[in-house]
């Protein structure tokens, strides 16, 4: 994922106190996850970054891992505004990225939570305070920057994800971004499938896709009703 600052929505942001727990108050949920410190973290590679917090739920939590799912977001002009993110360089750390990708775990009758390594926000965080300070509203954007959500099962992405992390080579097969010290993660069937799970479009790919206001019923509303 890239990031660029978006210096005209920056006078509309709020201004946000930095924080990094791994405690969730009045709530009875499980943390899933070890603290930020300790999870395996490649700047850039969010997409492999939610493939070890799977794989990590599923060594140490598997009977958890049903209700987990892999979030990535994007859309068709690969320019998604994200607020609270450590890569921003805007007092409310704004930023512009082609894609994104978290975990959301939402166990039987407790709401939802979201782990994202790049957020400024606490780790896990409630769905709903994550949504509203990460995405906002889409209603005051134009809409090349409206934000789309594939949400795959994440037993299903840690089983078939693969990449060769080809999208930070450049031409003379250098790193645009330092990729992580441990081998690829591919398939015996497949060396490549990231563009499926960036890709928006609703009749093909992975799981479902969803705008803005179907992933907040799906995950928020569901789980307080």
């Known amino acids: 994922m890239s990031k660029e600052p978006n210096a005209s929505a920056e006078g509309a942001a709020n201004k ?16 899933i996850l070890p603290l930020r ?12 970054n939610v493939w070890k917090m799977c794989e990590d739920v599923s060594t140490r939590l598997p009977s958890e891992l049903q209700h987990c799912y892999v979030v990535f977001v994007s859309n068709k002009a690969r320019t998604i505004p994200l607020w609270r993110q450590r890569a921003g360089e805007t007092e409310d750390k704004l930023v512009i990225y082609d894609y994104h990708a978290m975990l959301l775990y939402m166990p039987p009758g407790e709401r ?23 995405f906002r ?26 990449s060769d992390r080809r ?7 250098t790193w645009l971004k330092t990729p992580p010290s441990y081998p690829v993660i591919n398939t015996s069937e497949c060396s490549h499938n990231m563009d499926q799970y960036v890709d928006m479009d609703q009749t093909k790919g992975p799981g479902q896709v969803l705008n ?11 789980s307080t009703s």
């Open 16 to 31: 946000f106190q930095r924080q990094d727990t791994a405690t969730l108050p009045n709530s009875n949920i499980i943390n």
């Open 37 to 48: 410190s300790n999870c395996v973290y490649t700047s850039g590679y969010c997409e492999e």
């Open 167 to 173: 999208h930070w080579r450049k031409a003379d097969n």
């Open 112 to 134: 939802c939570v979201v782990y994202d390594l790049d957020s400024e926000l606490p780790f896990p965080t409630h769905f709903h305070k994550y949504v509203t300070e990460t």
């Open 137 to 162: 509203t889409d209603h005051v954007l134009d809409p090349d920057y409206f934000r789309y959500f594939r949400v795959i099962p994440a037993a299903q992405y840690l089983q078939n994800f693969a």
């Open 212 to 222: 803005l206001t179907q992933i907040v019923k799906r995950f928020y509303q569901q």
